[in-house]
């Protein structure tokens, strides 16, 4: 299965990103190996810097490095789909500044919400940053369950065990961009959270 072929944009209604920079992976996946979904922020401004772009890309350098940062010994995107993580994004577009509307991230989560249905075995969903929650908020009120994830400041937040549907969900930091080489104690902070998540599906 390819996840780009089955949730798709059609209208693309969000004034403040950048649509030529939209992207759902388009790698080829077994839906029943995945166990973690690690949702990061939104695409980058550059398609070149994405999870499956080829070569060294940006996304890919930080997230191996917070992989092997919590002990998981990677070198490569592949090899962290191998562990039976997906790493996808919340917003499928590129930011045209430092932050991205309410209504686009309300928006964008009508397509997680079917990128994440893909996925029957996941029991995990790390949100990496404050959009990744908001989107899972967003899901779960479309629901009727209310917030997965109550408001509050990330490191307030990590303490507690979050669940929706099923799932154990994790709040954490952006994993995926250069501030993950800047900000040395979330960086500590990411790493015990993404050991914690692996540690539920060995």
Known sequence: MRPSECVACATFPCTDVRHECYVIPDIVVEPDTISTILISEAAPADPGDYYYAAGDSLFQQTTIQAFNDAGANVSSTSEILNLG??????????????????????????????????????????????????????????????????????????????????????????????????????????????????????
Not at 90 to 111: D, M, R
Not at 114 to 130: H, I, R, W
Not at 146 to 175: C, D, H, M, N, W
């Open 85 to 202: 993580v997906y790493l996808t994004t919340a917003v499928k577009c590129g930011k045209t500044g430092y932050g991205i509307q309410t209504s686009t991230i309300k928006e964008c989560s009508l397509l997680l919400e079917k990128e994440l249905a893909l996925f029957p075995n996941a029991s995990v969903l790390l949100l990496m940053g404050d959009v990744a929650i908001r989107a899972i908020n967003y899901i779960a009120g479309r629901a009727g369950v209310g917030r997965v994830i109550p408001a509050g400041s990330t490191y307030k937040l990590r303490g507690p065990e979050y669940f929706f549907r099923g799932q154990r969900v994790f709040p954490s930091y952006l994993q995926a961009g250069p501030s993950f080489y800047i900000e040395k104690s979330k960086r500590k902070m990411i790493a015990e959270d993404i050991t914690a998540a692996l540690s539920l599906v060995k």
